[in-house]
């Protein structure tokens, strides 16, 4: 008998209580926090869906993985279990181990970046751009329209627009280009997953034009799970297989393992070129540490190790992707638009059509991430025009194209009754959404503003 019933592929073995908050504790929680869920504290908040980064449960087997650290300076044989790892996912043999993700993206986007370059990606991940601009190249992001368009059932909405990489290209020069980027799945575009064809043509333009191109696959195994299901010819292939094929189209690879390696802090950067990788590692070893551990120390490059195989279980990531498409179904079948066909590891909520009242300089997702908090203690984070929205030289602002609000789900950590939840807080979303108002943003920083941002209530 076939079950249609799927349960979550672990039991728990140790748990973490929930501070439970009235609502009007936490309307005063939110004004503390200046109507910035980044600043709340965690023991203001019932479930955590800010993020699914760094926020995994681990297993009992990396757990006990990290008791064989070897916190060794150097040559450590933790350092020769991750390397290994990494080496055997992406077919690359340089690798260099950082504390994040953005440290890899710093290192590698610092070194191929500066004035006059530009990088084009399906979408640049927030930290990815502001590393980016922060040498002083310019970010392009050049989806599919099929990305763009909520509705569409399209299944590789996180592609890139072939035809226009290779028009940017031709336009900039080639030799003006820092690197094509490739971001699977594509978060900051609904974390919508990347095609293996789409990926072998990036490949092909890149090799063409001899323009290096990089794989952000901080979530490759999410990404193949899409692929063995709804991409002919990958039916019989493991997810590892097809994680494995992708990575090797790539000339340098950067992960935070703290999304697909089911791990709390840790991250790489993988080449293939033996010059690039010198050069980055002179900038690793100034700034993160030495080229054996980066910012890790040796039980975080255990726990990395045996992350990167169990992500691959079809259990695991059946539950997974199932999971979140249950949270995403049900919040759609009670009139709300997210973007659809649900991605891997969150829910995007439509701001703009539940708040049609909202202008984009009113900020329609912030006002939805404060309302979830507000009414059942949610904590979610705007995707949108506070997020990346930039002002004109009159200090106008120039919206970002969507705005949305992500339910990223936490990798092992939550129950289905938690899921059902969060589902019911949409009931009164929906009921009171005439009467919520935007809000103003009254203290911001020059880069990623979104984290420190301070707001007022309209
Ligand atoms: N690339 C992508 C696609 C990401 O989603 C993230 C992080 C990074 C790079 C940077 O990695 O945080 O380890 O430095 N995304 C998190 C998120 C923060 O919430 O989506 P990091």
């Not at 692929?227 to 590892?240: F, L, P, Q």
């Not at 010059?275 to 551990?293: N, R, V």
């Not at 992707?321 to 759609?332: A, M, P, Q």
């Not at 930039?390 to 092992?412: F, H, N, Q, T, W």
Request: a neutral charge; glycine letters at 8%.
């Amino acid at each position: 008998m076939k079950f249609k019933t799927i349960i979550e592929p672990f039991r728990i073995k140790m748990v973490e209580p929930i501070h439970l908050s009235t609502e009007e504790q936490r309307r005063g929680y939110l004004k503390q926090a200046h109507y910035n869920p980044f600043l709340l504290n965690s023991n203001q908040v019932l479930i955590d869906f800010l993020t699914d980064s760094g926020t995994s449960a681990m297993s009992s087997d990396q757990w006990s993985a990290m008791m064989n650290g070897d916190e060794s300076y150097a040559g450590a044989s933790s350092w020769l279990r991750f390397e290994k790892e990494v080496q055997s996912l992406t077919g690359m043999p340089f690798v260099l181990p950082t504390h994040q993700g953005r440290a890899a993206e710093r290192i590698l986007y610092g070194k191929l970046g500066g004035k006059g370059k530009t990088f084009i990606s399906n979408t640049h991940f927030d930290t990815t751009r502001a590393n980016i601009e922060f040498s002083g190249a310019e970010a392009i992001d050049i989806p599919v329209k099929e990305g763009l368009d909520f509705a569409s059932d399209f299944p590789f909405k996180g592609n890139m627009d072939i035809a226009l990489l290779e028009k940017t290209i031709a336009e900039k020069g080639a030799a003006n280009i820092g690197a094509v980027i490739l971001t699977v799945t594509n978060n900051s575009g609904g974390g919508q997953p990347v095609s293996m064809e789409n990926a072998k043509s990036v490949a092909n333009v890149c090799r063409k034009n001899k323009v290096l191109f990089v794989i952000d696959c901080c979530r490759v195994a999410e990404n193949s799970y899409y692929i063995h299901h709804n991409e002919a010819g990958y039916e019989n292939k493991s997810y590892r297989q097809i994680a494995e094929e992708m990575m090797c189209l790539g000339d340098a690879a950067v992960m935070s393992a703290k999304k697909d390696a089911l791990v709390n802090m840790g991250g790489f950067l993988a080449v293939k070129d033996a010059d690039l990788a010198e050069s980055c590692k002179q900038l690793l070893i100034i700034t993160e540490g030495f080229a054996t551990y980066g910012g890790l120390a040796g039980r975080d490059m255990e726990a990395i190790a045996v992350g990167l195989q169990e992500v691959f279980d079809p259990g695991y990531l059946n539950y997974r992707i199932v999971s979140t498409r249950y949270l995403g179904e049900n919040i759609k079948a009670k009139g709300v638009n997210i973007i659809y066909p649900v991605g891997g590891h969150a829910v995007y909520v439509d701001a703009k059509s539940l708040y049609p009242h909202i202008p984009p300089h009113e900020y329609p997702g912030q006002a939805l991430v404060c309302e979830l908090y507000r009414i059942g203690g949610l904590r979610s984070v705007e995707i949108g025009s506070v997020m990346f929205g930039k002002y004109d030289s009159d200090g106008k602002l120039i919206p970002a194209p969507m705005e949305l609000v992500r339910l990223a789900v936490p990798r092992r950590v939550y129950t289905q009754s938690h899921i059902d939840y969060v589902i019911e807080i949409f009931d009164e979303i929906v009921r009171t959404k005439d009467k919520v108002k935007g809000l103003k943003i009254v203290k911001e920083p020059q880069f990623l503003r979104h984290f420190t941002a301070h707001f007022e209530p309209l």
